[in-house]
């Protein structure tokens, strides 16, 4: 039973460029729930997603970032023009469709922005 | 603003020994409360979960919620070099999302 899959596992772009961060639930997970984490610092909230439908983006920057979950294929996390402060580990996690609360997390994408 | 405050540590105990992480959060509505484990580099690794007021236990793992005084903790006994990592608490914000601390770091000395 394949667990949160994400890619890439590490990803460099430079200033101004894109980053596209991808994450696969697990099988028969509906919900998807994306997180920073800065060095030294805990895991923020950035966005909750189910199929097609953005629930909660309140912890998403009002610019450059956004997040879509069609309905084929992976959850993506964009960023637009990258900026150093934007490098951090961004972590996917899913959880199941009749228990939303218990969210499982993939292995992450460590992104530097050089 | 909700907040889930942890001592960062290091917590240091000796192997065999109990390991006592604490957490507190500000938001009284939370009803969801998760312990997380992290080994440097890797992703959280769901501990354990708790819903209600006591204790709840999984092998060498217990979770006690104290919904009046706003704090949740994680004893590890039998500490084992294997369990050194960062704890992290986790708790509901409402829609699903979780509010983390910062984490608490746990080295079980050999």
């Known amino acids: 039973n394949a667990g949160v899959m994400q890619n890439p596992r590490h990803l460099v772009r430079r200033r101004g460029q894109e980053a596209r961060l991808r994450c696969s639930p697990m099988?028969?997970?509906?919900?998807v729930y994306w997180y920073r984490q800065l060095p030294e610092e805990g895991l923020k909230f950035m966005v909750y997603?189910?199929?097609?439908?953005?629930?909660?983006e309140s912890g998403m920057p009002k610019e450059r970032f956004s997040a879509e979950f069609p309905k084929e294929g992976p959850s993506i996390l964009r960023i637009q023009q990258v900026v150093r402060g934007d490098s951090a580990a961004y972590f996917c996690?899913?959880?199941?469709?009749?228990?939303?609360?218990?969210?499982?997390f993939g292995p992450g994408t460590r992104l530097l922005v050089l | 603003q909700k907040e889930v405050e942890q001592n960062s540590g290091p917590l240091s105990v000796p192997e065999g020994a109990i390991a006592s992480l604490n957490c507190t959060y500000s938001?009284?509505?939370?009803?969801?409360f998760f312990w997380y484990r992290q080994y440097s580099g890797k992703s959280p690794e769901l501990i354990m979960s708790?819903?209600?007021?006591g204790d709840k236990e999984d092998g060498r793992f217990t979770a006690q919620l104290n919904k009046a005084s706003q704090y949740v903790s994680l004893l590890i006994r039998d500490s084992q070099p294997s369990d050194s990592a960062t704890y992290l608490c986790?708790?509901?914000?409402?829609?699903?999302?979780?509010?983390f601390g910062t984490g608490t770091r746990l080295k079980v000395l050999a």
């Open positions: 708790i819903y209600s007021n």
């Open positions: 938001d009284r509505g939370s009803q969801s």
């Open positions: 997603l189910q199929k097609e439908n953005i629930i909660d």
């Open positions: 996690a899913s959880s199941p469709r009749d228990s939303a609360e218990t969210q499982y």
């Open positions: 986790a708790v509901d914000a409402g829609t699903y999302k979780y509010i």
């Open positions: 099988k028969g997970h509906s919900h």
